[in-house]
């Protein structure tokens, strides 16, 4: 821990990612990207990465939680086009007893197509545990409340947030929390350069303009977090 907390904004070279297609899709390899580290192992569950400014912030988020005694744990970070397909078509398959449209609506509740997906920017992260519940009590509530009343403060947002309010997409996820320093323009690139046409290669990717992919679950993010500045 002492590693991770003493790996400040200082010593973390701040790399943005040049913006292209190929990037914003994730078609690329961010394990050999300069602009992405891997995340301490003490912090993680398994191999992660993000982008260099986006760990930068989630150690300060960390840091300062600590004082707290609130501990987070990334347990998702970065994914790839072809990682996210390989999540998807297990999905799809194990869905097949579902017409195509539906199987896509219930892998839709809280997986995305690839292409499509936040988390091949490097600027979102899945913290803990993927269960709401997990959040609603206990150590879990402790966390969420400090993340909802702190994480704006270091950049850090919740994009899936209760859809009463009208917000489409995604169900609700307590855990994704998302940079928006970077985000908000990577998405901005992502309205004005990619189309439906553009989310392909993969099982049901035919589908992706009859279920609104762009401006129902691309675009579906908390009003929050659209009007972030």
Known sequence: MVQAQNQTSESILNSHRPLSKTFILGKFEYQTDASFVKVAPELSNKTIY?????????????????????QFIIVSGTRNFEEQKGIWERKWKANDNLSPVDRAKKILEYSSMPGTSRHHWGTDMDLNNLSNSYFESGEGLKLYNWLLEHANSFGFYQVYTSKTNGRTGYNEEKWHWSYLPLASKYLAFYNKHISES????????????????????????SFRSKNFK
Do not use: C, H, W
Not at 50 to 70: C, H, I, P, R, T
Not at 203 to 210: F, H, I, M, R
């Open 50 to 70: 993000l982008q260099q400014e986006v760990y930068s912030a989630f150690l300060n988020m960390q840091a300062a939680a600590l004082k707290d005694s609130v």
């Open 198 to 221: 553009d989310i392909q290669n993969f099982k049901g990717s035919n589908l992706a303009t009859e279920l609104r992919m762009i401006p129902d679950f691309v675009n579906g993010i």
